[in-house]
């Protein structure tokens, strides 16, 4: 699939699957359109899948700004549908793509059929902040040895450490493999995000999905979206911590296959 140029940047989009239902994936903030593997046989057996990596993500332009705004990225997303000859798909955000995919359907309700954001925020709270605040001095006083290291218990469930102790190290060679100057601007955009005053203005199909063992976007967080977009649907991942695209994929994928129907 040729890149789409976005206001002169280059965004990188994969379309896959042998479905009639067009459905869109929204990363999270550090992965890129190849951190969806573990789902994609699932989800290309049922849908037309487009994924895109957003700015500062992957293999799409990784501009020096200050911030990338979760409002640009929704942008983005919309101008990636119409690249693919799209009017309208199915939407999945997890985490960071929760929170643009927030933004999308602020800004582009009319092109969506439905709406599922996993492991997400409704606003960046205080614990949010001094997470993202706690990765970058420790990226900063010991380089990514130290960051992966404090990030493991924030993203990682204690059911799949004690399963699969050896997995860590070669998750911290993918960690190692982002662009940090471009993680820290991605972050920076979620340091603006707070959609508690307009979310119960959506007017669509929405599932709200989450990991008990969520530390990230805890439970509270899930609960709240739900709480506010009107009809919206909640469910839990039993044991599930904040990557789910890695220790629940198959649960994830088929949370998915139920809810984005015709």
């Known amino acids: 699939m040729p890149t789409l140029r976005y206001q002169g940047h280059a965004i990188q989009i994969e379309e896959t699957g042998h479905g009639a239902e067009p459905l869109i994936l929204f990363n999270g903030i550090t992965m890129s359109t190849a951190s969806w593997a573990l ?25 020096d700004l200050p911030r990338y705004d979760l409002a640009m990225q929704a942008d983005i997303a919309a101008a990636a549908l119409d690249h693919v000859g799209l009017d309208t798909a199915h939407v999945v955000g997890l985490s960071y793509g929760g929170m643009v995919a927030q933004h999308f359907a602020r800004r582009h309700r009319a092109r969506i059929r439905t709406l599922l954001l996993a492991a997400t925020l409704a606003w960046a709270d205080d614990a949010s902040l001094a997470a993202m605040q706690s990765w970058t001095e420790a990226n900063t006083a010991g380089g990514v040895d130290l960051r992966y290291t404090i990030s493991i218990p924030w993203l990682f469930s204690s059911r ?4 699969h102790p050896g997995a860590l190290d070669e998750l911290k060679t993918i960690a190692a493999r982002v662009d940090w100057p471009a993680v820290v601007r991605l972050m920076n955009g979620v340091r ?3 959609a508690r005053t307009w979310l119960g203005d959506l007017a669509l199909p929405v599932k709200v999905l989450i990991g008990t063992e969520d530390r990230l976007t805890p439970l509270y967080q899930a609960n709240l979206i739900a709480g506010l977009i009107p009809g919206a649907v909640r469910e839990e991942l039993p044991g599930a911590g904040h990557v789910l695209h890695i220790e629940a994929a198959e649960a994830f994928a088929r949370s998915i296959i139920a809810f984005c129907q015709p």
């Open 39 to 63: 789902l994609q046989p699932m989800l290309e057996a049922r849908y037309r899948l487009i994924r895109l990596d957003f700015l500062g993500q992957g293999q799409s332009d990784r501009p």
């Open 160 to 163: 799949f450490l004690a399963a």
């Open 192 to 194: 603006e995000h707070d």
